[in-house]
């Protein structure tokens, strides 16, 4: 878990870098090249422009905090949508409709693919294994700002039907609003070489078609949207990933110091929301910090592939491991993000050796070697490792329990442990040539696997139940903490009123339970009757005692203030789980 996390936390990092760097590409042509104040003179940097966006974005996360950021990122979501198809449409009349824009585009600029192995900066094969299959793993599973937002559905099924809802129409739009400008400016280019010249920086050609096409409002508001989007989905991340270290480093590092806290859960909460901006901040500068890594790419769609075929395959082979083979072992998660590391540390060093046979007859580019087909070989040997390391679990377990018998079986294992961190340290700082430290590689994938297998108590059936596609029914349990209700009930209508004390359950009347077919202790969503809310004002709870009054709820203050609710409106009420 703690490899786990170190590895998440670095994919947000790296996420976070990217959006400053496009934020700063894009606002970058707006700007002059330099300004003067007080008498001196201050040249508008790429970098400079990314930290004073940084700092903006640190304050607005801060302390306009997790509301604020999903507001502002359903407004900004839907101007941008609106913003983007405007543009096109906008661009169809400047060239002269949709027949005159088709015929001037290129024959290969229509295919659905690009082509198969080239140009190294974009070909079929190498998106395919970047973006389509470690990408989109990565985005959909590891993305913890877009797991969040369907997690804040009000259920199972909500958050079934926004996936549903997300591959049939959202993912379609939304490749049209970001590659119109690109297809407009193509075609553009062609007919009026001297407006858009063809070797116009993709990077600004969103900012070029804009200008364009649009009268200055316009411009200013396509400008604005695109803008105020990608700083809201900064936000975003920023959010997810400091929710990310108070859940997994912040609150397991208190418990593993043992440290008492005498105070109540109110005054814990601010200390840990303290805790999460501080966290926010701290991710932020690093966010910037990672830019300086992204920004040597000739594009940013360039660097997002460097960085999505770098980062994503460990995780992702551990995540779809472990979630479809019950039989992956702890073991094979260590030695898949360890040994898998290393063996992709070394394609880094060693391209033209390990990455080559991967490379599908792509030409290798020395300054930016294999920026997309290095996914496939960091998949296949992160994978290889698994795969390996769970097949001879047993043979591991024979060795490990020989060595039980020993006298010292304790010291063997430290020195075992001592020999990989120099091996890896090797690997990392690249200290031996190929033919030594590939086979040292391998050498530390099995003594990896064996360190893991002696010191951790693994029971198969025990620690998998809940966790794998084949026990979802004790996932609900797990999260609930009680059997699973499953008998249909009905939404009711009620009114609300205020009870005493801090008890966060929610206590209807007899039959209004019965009419939601509810028990006590299971899991009850209360929404504001008004739809058109979207579910805005709301709030999660568990049912308690009932009592004899028909129609009405008791909830705390709490509840009423985290749901928003208003004096005197009727609150919808269904049963969760």
């Not at 003067?36 to 004073?52: C, E, H, P, R």
């Not at 990122?73 to 405007?86: E, K, S, V, Y």
Request: proline share 4%.
């Amino acid at each position: 878990r703690f490899l786990a996390t170190i590895l998440l936390v670095l994919y947000m990092i790296g996420y976070i870098g990217i959006g400053f760097l496009t934020l700063g590409k894009a606002a970058q042509p707006l700007l002059p090249e330099h300004f003067t104040l007080f008498g001196y003179t201050f040249d508008i940097t790429l970098m400079g422009i990314i930290i004073v966006i940084a700092i903006i974005t640190g304050i607005y996360i801060t302390f306009g905090g997790q509301t604020a950021v999903i507001f502002t990122d359903l407004l900004q979501g839907f101007i941008l949508l609106f913003a983007g198809l405007l543009l096109f449409v906008l661009g169809l009349d400047y060239i002269g409709g949709f027949k005159v824009f088709w015929d001037l585009l290129p024959v290969e600029w229509k295919l659905p693919l690009a082509h198969f192995n080239h140009p190294p900066s974009f070909n079929f094969v190498g998106i395919f294994w970047q973006d389509g299959i470690a990408g989109s793993v990565g985005f959909l599973f590891m993305n913890m700002g877009l797991v969040m937002r369907f997690m804040a559905t009000k259920s199972v099924n909500e958050g079934r039907k926004a996936a549903t809802f997300n591959i049939l129409f959202m993912l379609p739009i939304s490749a049209i609003v970001v590659s119109n400008a690109g297809w407009i400016g193509k075609a553009v280019s062609i007919a009026q070489p001297d407006v858009v010249p063809p070797n116009t920086v993709p990077d600004q050609i969103f900012v070029v078609v804009a200008n364009l096409v649009s009268q200055p409002g316009v411009f200013g508001f396509v400008m604005a949207a695109l803008t105020a989007a990608l700083m809201s989905t900064v936000d975003t991340l920023i959010n997810a990933t400091a929710a990310i270290y108070i859940n997994d480093i912040h609150r397991p590092i208190k418990k593993f110091l043992r440290k008492k806290i005498s105070v109540s859960d109110k005054e814990n909460d601010k200390k840990e929301l303290s805790a999460a901006r501080m966290a926010s901040i701290v991710i932020t500068t690093f966010g910037v910090l990672s830019v300086l890594v992204f920004e040597r790419f000739p594009t940013v769609y360039e660097a997002h592939g460097f960085f999505h075929s770098t980062l994503t395959p460990p995780l992702v082979v551990a995540i779809f491991l472990g979630i479809f083979w019950k039989k992956f072992t702890p073991a094979a998660v260590m030695a898949t993000f360890v040994g898998g590391v290393a063996l992709m540390i070394l394609g880094n060093y060693y391209p033209a050796a390990l990455i080559s046979p991967f490379d599908h007859g792509t030409i290798m580019d020395v300054k930016h070697p294999y920026t997309y087909i290095r996914a496939l070989y960091n998949l296949f040997v992160c994978a290889a490792v698994g795969v390996l390391i769970t097949l001879t679990t047993e043979y591991q377990r024979n060795i490990v329990n020989k060595i039980k018998s020993f006298r010292s079986p304790d010291r063997i294992f430290y020195l075992l442990i001592i020999f990989s961190i120099i091996i890896f340290i090797s690997i990392v700082f690249n200290l031996l040539p190929l033919y030594i430290i590939f086979p040292l590689s391998i050498i530390l994938v099995f003594s990896v696997a064996l360190s893991v297998t002696y010191i951790v108590k693994y029971d198969q059936e025990k620690n998998t139940e809940g966790l794998t596609a084949w026990s979802i029914s004790k996932a609900k349990e797990k999260f609930k903490g009680k059997p699973i209700n499953d008998r249909e009930g009905k939404k009711i209508k009620v009114k609300w009123k205020i009870k005493e004390g801090e008890d966060n359950t929610v206590n209807f009347s007899e039959n209004d339970m019965k009419l939601m077919a509810a028990e006590i202790g299971d899991l009850v969503y209360l929404s504001d009757v008004r739809k058109y809310f979207g579910g805005l004002k709301s709030v999660h709870a568990e049912y308690g005692i009932p009592h004899q009054q028909d129609g009405i709820v008791y909830i705390n203050n709490e509840q009423k203030l985290t749901g928003l609710f208003v004096e005197g409106r009727l609150l919808m009420a269904e049963k969760e789980m």
